[in-house]
């Protein structure tokens, strides 16, 4: 299974983005999906994270309230919708898929090449 995600582009603050992290060469159904961020000079930061199941998706408390999670498997694509966005969201944004959600990055094992979130004024 390879990886694509996109959606990122540069944001006003208060707007919206929705990145899709699309799946080729096998199925997201079967896998755990999810969204991270890293910002120049800090470390990754789980965002989300939609189960296979579809099930009980986790935010981080940064971005809670404020994102929704959800798959849609007829396009093999998870979206990660950001709302209210802040300019400490800007970030390279990645998916990755593991058997379960879990914070512990390393056990993600296919990751996306990330895009760009640039929010700011």
């Known amino acids: 299974v390879q990886l694509q995600a996109s959606g990122g582009g540069w944001v006003q603050p208060g707007g919206s983005l929705r990145l899709s992290c699309a799946a080729s060469?096998?199925?997201?159904?079967?896998?755990?999906v999810g969204w991270f961020r890293q910002a120049p000079g800090k470390e990754r930061e789980g965002v989300s994270c939609?189960?296979?199941?579809?099930?009980?998706?986790y935010f981080a408390n940064s971005v809670k309230g404020r994102s929704t999670i959800s798959r849609d498997n007829a396009k093999n694509t998870v979206y990660l919708q950001m709302n209210s966005l802040k300019p400490e969201d800007t970030s390279v944004y990645y998916c990755?898929?593991?058997?379960?959600?879990?914070?512990?990055?390393?056990?993600?094992?296919?990751w996306g090449q990330g895009t760009l979130v640039t929010v700011s004024s």
């Open positions: 939609i189960s296979n199941r579809n099930d009980n998706p």
């Open positions: 060469g096998g199925t997201l159904a079967a896998y755990a």
């Open positions: 990755a898929t593991a058997r379960t959600c879990t914070a512990v990055a390393k056990l993600f094992d296919i």
